[in-house]
Each structure stands twice: as structure tokens, then as C-alpha cells.
């Protein structure tokens, strides 16, 4: 059974940084691409950023580049967001994603505001 759960989220105020996580189960995580998406009220999910399951090749949303990074553990079966210079735009519920199979984890919230 393919588990994703997310953790890390919280308040941050603007210009801040929080660093997401993802702990996967169920499957062959170092064979798997993920991704991170998020959401707000009343819009469809975005991508965030997704990564290779080596890790080598990654892709950001313009609204992110040079402000997060995606990175894996294979050994930990981990995947993770770390996101500097928050914005309030950046204010959602981040969801980790197995490209795959089209899992999906539960959500953290992350609010950025002062």
C-alpha cells in the first residue's frame, strides 16, 4: 500500500524559510520520480517541482526557481522541499506526489504572513 506523509508545515512569516518532508512507503521509492504540488482555495493543484529518482534531473515552477529546492534520500526513502525567501503568495497546502501512479499524501499547510 503506497503511504505519502508529509510534515514541515507551519507559519512562517515573509521572507522566511520552512523545509517540507515526505516519507514514502508502500513501493520501490528509489525507482520512483516525485513531485511536489500545492493548492489554494478555489484553484486546481500547480506544480511545484518535481525530481528524477536519482535525483539528478530536477524542474521548478518559474514562481519558485532560485528560491526552493527539491531533494531525495533514497537510503531514507525521503523526499523533500526547502523553501527560502517565502512569499505570502507562496501560502498553501503543499502535497507530495508519485508521478507514476498518481499517489497523492494528505497535505501540511504552509502559511506565509506577518
Known amino acids: 500500500q503506497v503511504q505519502l506523509v508529509e510534515s514541515g508545515g507551519g507559519l512562517v512569516q515573509p521572507g522566511g524559510s520552512l523545509r517540507l518532508s515526505c516519507a514514502a512507503s508502500?513501493?520501490?521509492?528509489?525507482?520512483?520520480?516525485m513531485s511536489w504540488y500545492r493548492q489554494t482555495p478555489g484553484k486546481q493543484r500547480e506544480l511545484v517541482a518535481r525530481?528524477?529518482?536519482?535525483?539528478?534531473?530536477?524542474n521548478y515552477a518559474d514562481s519558485v526557481k532560485g528560491r526552493f529546492t527539491i531533494s531525495r534520500d533514497n537510503a531514507n526513502n525521503t523526499v523533500s522541499l526547502q523553501m527560502n525567501s517565502l512569499k505570502p503568495e507562496d501560502t498553501a497546502v503543499y502535497y507530495c506526489?508519485?508521478?507514476?501512479?498518481?499517489?497523492w499524501g494528505q497535505g501540511t499547510q504552509v502559511t506565509v504572513s506577518s
Open positions: 506526489y508519485r508521478i507514476r501512479t498518481g499517489n
Open positions: 508502500g513501493f520501490t521509492f528509489s525507482t520512483s520520480a
Open positions: 525530481i528524477s529518482s536519482t535525483g539528478v534531473n530536477t
